[in-house]
């Protein structure tokens, strides 16, 4: 969320020299990052000048290259990686408290049809036979590489059920990686709706 100008620096310097040599969980988050720069509205360009404010544009375009567009690509696909082996891991050992959520929305709204691991394109908001919706049950977004508890295609509508790994100890405050994917999911248009553990035992908003 910062925009200081320094720290924005000293972090695409850091990822340019070490980039090449970064595993899969490093080059995840540096596509994050990326996300993060673009949601910003900010450019590289921008953030040097801004720590260079002595060198003209010119001399700062001259020593600040943007990101190579494979590089950008392979940070993508180790992030997508992640998220599909997560997503693969999750239909083997489902979450209780997803399927509890699943099922209920079924239940509640008998019209809507339940898909297992899709990962579709959603850009055409497409939800089936017409007059039918889908309840996809652990949606991959493959443009960003985020992946959706439960996904609503027609409706844009993603649902993230969020138990107590997501929190801090007291199961309040969700934890950094939870709050910036909540941004970035809303940034990328999506309706987004966010279900934590405590509120689905009380039985509030289910």
């Not at 979450?95 to 239940?107: A, G, I, K």
Request: proline share 4%.
């Amino acid at each position: 969320q910062s925009h200081d100008p320094d720290l924005l620096c000293w972090a695409w310097r850091a990822i340019d020299m070490h980039v090449e040599q970064m595993n899969t969980a490093g080059l995840s988050q540096v596509h994050q990052f990326i996300l993060n720069s673009q949601f910003l509205n900010v450019t590289r360009e921008e953030i040097f000048s801004a720590f260079y404010d002595t060198l003209p544009p010119s001399q700062v375009r001259s020593v600040v290259s943007d990101m190579a567009e494979e590089t950008k690509a392979r940070c993508r696909k180790a992030f997508l990686d992640e998220s599909l082996s997560a997503r693969r891991e999750r239909e083997s050992s489902a979450s209780r408290l997803q399927q509890d959520v699943l099922n209920t929305l079924s239940q509640m709204t008998p019209s809507l049809g339940t898909l297992s691991g899709c990962n579709r394109d959603s850009s055409n908001g497409e939800g089936g036979a017409a007059g039918h919706m889908e309840l996809v049950n652990e949606y991959v977004d493959k443009e960003s590489g985020y992946s959706f508890d439960i996904f609503l295609p027609s409706k844009r509508l993603a649902i993230e059920v969020d138990g107590p790994t997501h929190y801090d100890w007291q199961g309040r405050k969700p934890l950094g990686s939870t709050a910036m994917k909540r941004r970035h999911v809303q940034a990328l248009g999506y309706k987004l709706v966010f279900i934590s553990y405590m509120e689905w035992r009380s039985g509030l908003p289910a």
